[in-house]
Nanobody, 114 residues
Framework: QVQLQESGPGLVKPSQTLSLTCTVS??????????WGWIRQPPGKGLEWMGA???????YYSPSLKSRTSISRDTSKNQFTLQLSSVTPEDTAVYYC??????WGQGTQVTVSS
């Protein structure tokens, strides 16, 4: 069973860049046909898909976030990373990483506040 774990700062100031890392265990992020994504849930709202990176390193982004989002990977560490620039308080949410087979991390709360 693949396990995913998010890590990163819980508090980010407005206008800064949010950076989160997802560490994958019991599986490889380079495995053929696998996709690795980021999803978030703002307080009181539904889940929002942000983007993904596939086993070749190709990336896919939500149109609404594309201009501010970057997803990359480090295959040597079996990790993939989310960067969201120019954050505002509206980016406050629980951020999850997940794979395309239904495995999710436990989520990490990120608050944008000065």
């Amino acid at each position: 069973q693949v396990q995913l774990q998010e890590s990163g700062p819980g508090l980010v100031k407005p206008s800064q860049t949010l950076s989160l890392t997802c560490t994958v265990s019991s599986g490889s992020i380079s495995t053929n046909s696998d996709y690795w994504g980021w999803i978030r849930q703002p307080p009181g709202k539904g889940l929002e898909w942000m983007g993904a990176i596939d086993y070749t390193g190709s990336t896919y982004y939500s149109p609404s976030l594309k201009s501010r989002t970057s997803i990359s990977r480090d295959t040597s560490k079996n990790q993939f990373t989310l960067q969201l620039s120019s954050v505002t308080p509206e980016d406050t949410a629980v951020y999850y990483c997940a794979d395309n087979w239904g495995s999710w991390g436990q989520g990490t709360q990120v608050t944008v506040s000065s």
